[in-house]
């Protein structure tokens, strides 16, 4: 299948997750629970817009779905493919990860906005300098890399 058929996918995958949120809004819910299917949801809608091949998208869901994916040996080859300069890569953007939550959490509970210590100039600038010392520096044919 071409690129444009898995976006047509994506886009379906994406429509809806935001179906469903607006129908699950008159249903409470904990304010948790929202939040992990919220970041399921946009974490594996990705995967649409991030691969190209239609066979590697199909077995990437299909390892996310399967528990033996998580456990022995599969789980061993899994941390062996990020050896070296892309394991640091890794292991850094995870951080960078968590920290931004971490961030975005004391950001509501201080002032009510997500991103206020976000917004700061100075972590700004952190931030920028950051991903442009990890950006890839072989081409990548991630669709938001061509704009």
């Known amino acids: 299948m071409e690129l444009a058929g898995i976006l047509f996918y994506g886009g379906w995958f994406t429509g809806g997750g935001v179906l469903m949120s607006r129908l699950s809004?008159?249903?409470?819910?904990?304010?948790?629970?929202?939040?992990?299917?919220?970041?399921?949801?946009?974490?594996f809608g990705w995967l649409f817009f991030y691969q190209t091949d239609m066979a590697v998208l199909s077995s990437n869901v299909e390892t996310i779905f399967l528990a033996r994916s998580y456990v022995g040996p599969h789980f061993s080859a899994l941390l062996t493919t990020f050896s070296g300069g892309d394991g640091i890569v890794l292991v850094v953007l995870l951080m960078m990860t968590g920290m931004v939550l971490v961030l975005e959490w004391f950001g509501m509970k201080n002032?009510?906005?997500p991103y206020a210590i976000l917004k700061k100039s100075g972590v700004l600038v952190a931030l920028i300098v950051v991903t442009v010392i990890l950006a890839p520096a072989a081409k990548n044919n991630f669709i938001y890399f061509a704009f």
């Open 111 to 113: 002032s009510r906005d």
């Open 25 to 43: 809004s008159r249903f409470p819910s904990p304010a948790i629970l929202s939040w992990l299917i919220t970041q399921w949801t946009v974490f």
